[in-house]
């Protein structure tokens, strides 16, 4: 099939591919369109804790209806954890008399704290400031989005144990004057960290194509 030189379809070609250094021609992959999500509003401009909760919403409602999974391991752990840490507390409480079970209570005390310690690890060291985890290709990717105390700036990242990419912006970007989330911006810029940390290998470089 041949395709004369400044066709409408020449065009549509360009448009969908991009060429490496050998002249070849790459599809690109498409960008799932905007999903359609009621209007959301921060209550104060000013509230760091507002901002955050309008951005973790609208992931949590936009990204699945554009067919991107969401990954449930660690919140399953923290849940299991919580259950574990409630169990030693509970039969702390109702199961054991003091001072006949002193021994039973102080192990239920000691599980309870060691238990809630390695919660804390998990949300140190593994969560930080993660709003959600999603599936990537054969991947788990954590969702932050971070801001400084006292400023509009804040960064979007995603990573995971192997590799990480972010992008740094301000609330400005995703907020209008009264407070009204701008979508677009915010689903462009998160499916643009998406397709990046899908060419990115553990090595910090792009995949070869």
């Known amino acids: 099939l041949k395709i004369s030189e400044g066709s409408p379809a020449?065009?549509?070609l360009s448009q969908a591919c991009r060429g490496g250094?050998?002249?070849s021609c790459r599809i690109m992959p498409k960008v799932p369109e905007l999903p359609e999500i009621d209007e959301k509003k921060v209550a104060s401009l000013y509230s760091k804790?507002?901002?955050l909760k309008v951005i973790f919403e609208y992931f949590n409602d936009?990204?699945?209806r554009v067919g991107i999974?969401?990954?449930h391991f660690w919140t399953n752990i923290r849940i299991i954890i919580c259950i574990v840490c409630c169990g030693f507390g509970c039969y702390a409480q109702f199961g054991t008399k003091f001072p006949k079970d002193k021994l039973v209570l102080a192990g239920c005390v000691a599980g309870y704290f060691a238990f809630s310690c390695i919660l804390a690890a998990i949300d140190y060291f593994v969560i930080t400031t993660s709003m959600m985890c999603i599936k990537v290709?054969?991947?788990s990717a954590f969702i932050d989005v971070t801001m400084p105390a006292f400023s509009a700036d804040m960064t979007l990242a995603l990573?995971?144990?192997q590799k990480k990419v972010s992008l740094k912006t301000t609330a400005a970007k995703y907020f209008d004057t009264e407070g009204v989330l701008r979508q677009e911006n915010l689903f462009a810029d998160i499916m643009s960290?998406?397709?990046q940390f899908e060419t990115k290998d553990k090595d910090g470089g792009k995949k070869d194509k």
Do not use: V, W
């Open 10 to 12: 020449a065009g549509l």
């Open 21 to 23: 250094g050998d002249g």
């Open 49 to 51: 804790t507002d901002l």
């Open 62 to 64: 936009a990204l699945p």
């Open 69 to 71: 999974q969401e990954e």
């Open 137 to 139: 290709g054969e991947e």
């Open 159 to 161: 990573r995971s144990r």
């Open 193 to 195: 960290l998406i397709q």
